[in-house]
């Protein structure tokens, strides 16, 4: 997975454009979805928790 830059010059291409093979491309976005998903469920378990 390609290192991430918080901040991109203008004009500069998004790091994941570069990526091209379609196997890798789908799992950045396996992976992007799978973290969503854990951190998703962590705030809601820990907004259960304080009631």
């Known amino acids: 997975m390609p290192k991430l830059k918080r ?20 799992r950045i976005r396996l ?3 799978a973290i969503e998903k854990d951190s998703s469920c962590a705030v809601a378990s ?4 304080y009631r």
């Open 31 to 33: 992976t992007f979805q």
């Open 7 to 26: 901040y991109l010059k203008k004009g500069e291409p998004h790091p994941l454009e570069q990526v091209t093979d379609e196997k890798d491309r789908q």
């Open 46 to 49: 820990q907004r259960d928790w």
